[in-house]
């Protein structure tokens, strides 16, 4: 696989870039904004996920002579523009919310300024990282209010494409997962792995006891033991006797868990195992995880819904050229927008501004279209910070520290909405949105 | 990003490793199957998509330096696993359905044979791949009915995972599809690439004539001129004027496509654009673009819709431990299967076969449940292929050969359905699934 993003990228980018150097029109000052027009339905807030691996993909956006070869043989641009992609590097400006930033309807969570010629060619690469990190980073968030506390782990890779699972993974960790499953995210962005063994370790050895004694044998007995493969009572009382009162976690992945996790717990305790924890795993979602809330479960295990975002597997994030001027000129933005039937969109830069209450509480998102040197006097918090100045990326946003930072965000940025915010039923969004 | 797969894994495949080494089970002859225990609510039918890809991917699964290096430093497994991994490489055999078949509850779509430590390794990279392609394929397949012969072309890299969406193009034109956004599906898997221009092409220029000028320009009067940034029906005088009657197609992007479609119908064979072609690419699935065939549309664009499986975007397919024996022992297989309330599986190696007709129309999906040297005495079609045999790969169905044959050999596949496969409407699945 190459190392470059290059053409992770609609042919339509390029060949408006063709026409554009052609016209001339390639190098004209542009302001494209990422927004989305709409939550999806019912959801309150969403969270913004993927602006460290967006800033390390656009490092990797570089057309080598594999990408151009093929460019030229499918005849998809001119020679001028090859020529042209040859020396593409993003010299432009980004900011953007903060990664694990809350969202609403119109938030302009990424601001791309550059020359048009710059700014349209990343437009694929941007909305495929923010469409998918956010819609799991939005739906875990729900899945770790639900769970009160309790740890929840991401084991969904394989129910999403193998490289989507490791973007799963980190954006989930983000939302305030405690672990994943995937070990390239362990690697790639420090997320904490877990996971100790599947049905098939069991139906391998001669016996259940035997596939028990392997296990403590390799792992200690503070391991997780999967206890449903057969039947659950035999094999929670074959746990316990080989690996002691000190077994770690027993996990259930099947049955009607309410039930069988009172059942399960009583029977540890009375066979004097009450610190092994029980751990759950069975197709889980906010709902299941909520309705559990009540039921001695101390962790879970999140496959399909996290990584599919619980029903809302893209985001609808749109980047749109929003003002543009000739290049070199100083003020007068001609702020654009389209009237297409039902697409409409707000023409102009914008400036988006968290209001607050005096106790510091979220009370709406303040949109403020503004002009070249125009003041923004808003007494909220400013959503927007640098993440590239004139192609130079902050660092701080990269790599695994860049998730740690976000997810810290993520959690400070949740403690200023509204409590409506984290109800699971259907409802509007829990900030309104105000164009100023 | 490395070029290895290696780490597109749970952690627990690599601790049920380390575990099965040091009981010295790790090398238990073992055949593994891939299948799915339901089609997603109301689907008749599924298509299996990743094949190839899998294939691939198992060539690239090493542990290198860093892989090893990063296991060593994270504790995941013992240093003496460590050392087994390093020299890792598949050497047992694979077969499954050819990528493109048609699938259903039960089928076994891929048998890997091989030594417990070898086989149970790929299990989340297998599950990864077929979930996610085949979702996508199965929603794609039901589009292309839908169209009734006009081509649709793949739209939605930006609402998918950026290296999923690359996986998304390639299951789309393998069940149908005739071209793609996504340049890199281009290069990598040979995929035909499409698309022009976007709206913000015209809004960069002064005025939406500039834009339409520049781009016939540069793309020649055979492109495809977006109509419906400000006001349809001027916009389309104004393309007809500036590309003349040439004019290749316009794109509607918005608005109520039925009655819209027939007025621009009228509108350009008024202007004798009679050849000019309609695109539509608002929002698009499988319904809608049904409710369109009675409309003058020559060519759909569809996006979120197929990259996100039109409702279900994974196929829920599992990877389950049917049989073992001792290493080098001949006969006396030891079927095995759990007993996991709701989750039960059918132990045993399988040979599926489907079962037609005199007219050779599908009617059954018969899974015979064979012993060592059983024959099986079937007329179906055998639906099982070699695709690795002792660690190596059969060629044909790599790359854009592979994605080629595997798109012939879906439409053929299909032809073999009965009718009611092709009800859009929910149903059940179209054969009955036979254990025999």
Request: aromatic share 8%.
């Amino acid at each position: 696989m190459s190392g470059s993003s290059a053409l992770l990228t609609d042919r339509y980018e390029l060949t408006m870039l063709d026409a554009a150097l052609l016209a001339g029109t390639h190098d004209r000052e542009c302001v494209f904004e990422a927004f989305t027009r709409h939550l999806p339905p019912g959801r309150r807030y969403g969270i913004v996920g993927g602006t460290g691996r967006l800033i390390e993909l656009i490092e990797q956006f570089r057309f080598g002579d594999e990408e151009l070869e093929w460019l030229r043989s499918a005849h998809v641009v001119r020679d001028a523009t090859i020529d042209w992609l040859a020396d593409y590097r993003f010299s432009g400006s980004i900011s953007g919310y903060r990664e694990g930033e809350v969202y609403f309807p119109g938030s302009p969570f990424l601001v791309v300024d550059a020359p048009f010629a710059e700014g349209v060619i990343l437009e694929t690469l941007i909305l495929s990282v923010f469409n998918f990190d956010s819609a799991v980073a939005s739906a875990a968030a729900r899945m770790v209010t639900a769970a009160v506390g309790r740890p929840i782990a991401e084991m969904g890779s394989r129910r999403a494409n193998e490289r989507g699972a490791v973007a799963a993974a980190r954006a989930a960790f983000i939302a305030g997962f405690s672990a994943t499953s995937n070990l390239e995210a362990g690697r790639t962005w420090g997320v904490p792995t877990m996971g100790t063994a599947a049905h098939a370790f069991t139906l391998l050895h001669d016996s259940e006891e035997d596939a028990f004694r392997a296990q403590v044998e390799a792992l200690g007995a503070g391991t997780t033991l999967l206890v449903d493969t057969f039947d659950v009572e035999r094999a929670i009382e074959r746990a316990v006797r080989i690996a002691g009162p000190e077994l770690g976690a027993v996990r259930l992945d099947s049955g009607d868990l309410p039930s069988l996790v009172r059942t399960v717990r009583a029977q540890l305790d009375s066979l004097g195992a009450t610190k092994t924890r029980i751990t759950v795993t069975n197709d889980l979602d906010e709902f299941t995880i909520a309705a559990l809330a009540a039921s001695p479960v101390d962790s879970y295990g999140v496959g399909t819904a996290v990584v599919t975002g619980s029903g809302f597997p893209a985001s609808g994030m749109v980047y749109k050229l929003v003002a543009h001027r000739p290049r070199g000129h100083v003020g007068d933005w001609i702020p654009v927008a389209k009237k297409s039937d039902g697409k409409a969109s707000v023409g102009g830069r914008k400036h988006p501004v968290r209001r607050l209450d005096e106790s510091g509480r979220a009370v709406a998102e303040a949109i403020h279209v503004i002009g070249e040197d125009d003041v923004v006097k808003d007494r909220g918090r400013d959503l927007l910070v640098p993440l590239i100045t004139d192609g130079v990326a902050d660092r701080r946003y990269l790599g695994a520290d860049g998730v740690r930072l976000a997810r810290e965000h993520r959690a400070s940025a949740m403690a200023e909405l509204p409590d409506q915010a984290f109800r699971l039923g259907r409802g509007d969004p829990v900030l309104p949105t105000i164009f100023v």
